[in-house]
């Protein structure tokens, strides 16, 4: 077959035999140039060609055969072009009815065939070829229904596509579709597979190495046996028990910050506290000692006391017998008791300042109690100074006396007189000082015993 421009080839045809005759004669036309009258005037619709049947009276003979019309040039021409595009249509049309019903009509020897395909036998294939997509797409559709929620993530989703979209997409989706959709959801499946090991032994490491809250949450995760679960740690769980994790170190740290500023702490009040009970029992023992001075001093001061009572007495006695008695012994006395005093004196003052030293300690260590026995010692101190001015006092008064013995038959007696009461009386004042303050002394004591 000679190639060819085929215009109409797979198209529907809805096209009346009154216009495809026109398009004939057209042709015809343009091709003979107009050379043929009779042609110019042909009518649009041509005749009917096959013979009519005459019936006859009875027993009269058949007539003679009746010749086929003459067939011009006009119709020859739209003959050819009608039987080219029928060609057409069993060559390239896409539907299988169309090319089947054209090729039947080009076969056949119907002089009418290919006039009546093009008339009405096109459209009619085209029907078939309709209904039976429309019955294939049925079918199709109903087979895809029964697919829903039977594959994958994407499978489904193809599945829910096709059925919203063409015949065309039904078709495809059971012809290829489907199994190309089923690959993609194993090859999702195979990569979640090894999404979920990989997630697996992150969290297996985190179990191991994380903080407390961690190691819980990732162990609890892991007893689950659940990809979704352990997933969903990692997305959320582990943050959530890492910053807890994190509180509680903040805490622990803060905890053991001020653990450690308390023993801190305990260790110097024990190093003040050791340091302070030391201070205190130095201060006691200074108190002591200042106590002891006390009493030798106290003793030394009614020692010169007693002695210059016994010179008054040897006084009066000499006044009585005309006679002057040796003083020798009694000044002597007087004078070792006045050194004795005056010695624990200077103990007491030692004491004193040693106890002094030892409640700054204290005050410096902030743990004051027994403080005060400072403050007694101080006491004590002033109370032996004190006695040493009263054992003084009374060396002074039996000096006075041996003067006033010595002047009983001198001229100057009333003075020595009036000497030795000037004594007497410094020594009551001073005896009577001395025992104030020994009296605050104790009251101090007694303040700080209490």
């Known amino acids: 077959m000679k190639a060819r421009f085929r215009p109409w080839a797979g198209r529907a045809r809805g096209h009346t035999p009154r216009v495809r005759g026109a398009v004939s004669?057209?042709?015809?036309?343009?091709?003979?140039?107009?050379?043929?009258?009779?042609?110019?005037?042909?009518?649009?619709?041509?005749?009917?060609?096959?013979?009519?049947?005459?019936?006859?009276?009875?027993?009269?003979?058949?007539?003679?055969?009746?010749?086929?019309?003459?067939?011009?040039?006009?119709?020859r021409l739209s003959a050819d072009r009608d039987r080219q595009l029928v060609e057409d249509f069993a060559e390239f049309d896409e539907e299988e009815e169309v090319r089947e019903a054209a090729r039947e009509a080009l076969e056949s020897t119907d002089p009418n065939a290919i006039r009546d395909?093009?008339?009405?036998?096109?459209?009619?294939?085209?029907?078939?070829?309709?209904?039976?997509?429309?019955?294939?797409?049925?079918?199709?559709?109903?087979?895809?229904?029964?697919?829903?929620?039977?594959?994958?993530?994407?499978?489904?989703?193809?599945?829910?596509?096709?059925?919203?979209?063409?015949?065309?997409?039904?078709?495809?989706?059971?012809a290829f579709g489907a199994e190309i959709a089923r690959q993609r959801d194993e090859a999702e499946e195979q990569n979640e597979k090894q999404r979920a090991e990989e997630n697996r032994k992150r969290v297996e490491m985190l179990a191991s190495v994380g903080g407390p809250e961690v190691k819980k949450a990732a162990q609890a995760a892991l007893a689950t046996g659940d990809d979704k679960v352990i997933s969903e740690f990692l997305e959320k769980g582990y943050q959530i028990a890492a910053e807890k994790d994190s509180a509680d170190q903040e805490a622990h740290e803060r905890a053991q910050k001020e653990a450690l500023e308390a023993a801190a702490k305990l260790r110097e009040l024990a190093e003040k506290t050791a340091r302070a009970g030391e201070a205190r029992a130095k201060l006691i023992t200074a108190h002591g000692s200042a106590v002891q001075a006390l009493k030798k001093s106290s003793n030394a001061m009614s020692a010169a006391a007693a002695q210059s009572r016994q010179a008054d007495r040897m006084l009066a006695a000499d006044r009585a017998g005309k006679q002057l008695s040796d003083y020798s012994a009694v000044r002597a006395e007087v004078t070792r008791q006045v050194a004795l005093a005056d010695e624990a004196a200077k103990a007491a003052e030692v004491a004193a300042g040693q106890a002094e030293v030892q409640a700054e300690v204290l005050v410096e260590t902030g743990l004051t109690h027994g403080v005060r026995w400072a403050e007694v010692a101080q006491g004590i101190s002033a109370a032996a100074d004190a006695a040493v001015k009263a054992a003084t006092t009374a060396q002074h008064a039996v000096d006075a006396t041996a003067a006033d013995a010595a002047a009983l038959d001198a001229q100057n007696s009333a003075e020595a007189h009036a000497e030795q009461a000037l004594k007497w009386r410094e020594n009551a004042e001073e005896h009577a000082e001395a025992a104030a303050r020994t009296a605050a002394a104790a009251q101090q004591q007694a303040d700080v015993a209490a």
């Open 25 to 75: 004669v057209a042709v015809a036309l343009a091709l003979l140039g107009g050379t043929t009258q009779g042609a110019a005037a042909a009518p649009a619709e041509r005749r009917d060609s096959a013979p009519t049947a005459v019936t006859l009276p009875a027993g009269q003979l058949d007539p003679a055969p009746v010749p086929p019309p003459a067939v011009s040039e006009l119709d």
């Open 117 to 174: 395909f093009l008339e009405h036998g096109e459209a009619e294939a085209r029907q078939r070829a309709m209904d039976r997509k429309n019955a294939v797409d049925t079918a199709n559709r109903a087979e895809i229904e029964a697919m829903r929620g039977t594959g994958g993530p994407f499978f489904n989703q193809e599945v829910e596509r096709v059925l919203a979209g063409t015949a065309k997409d039904r078709a495809d989706f059971l």
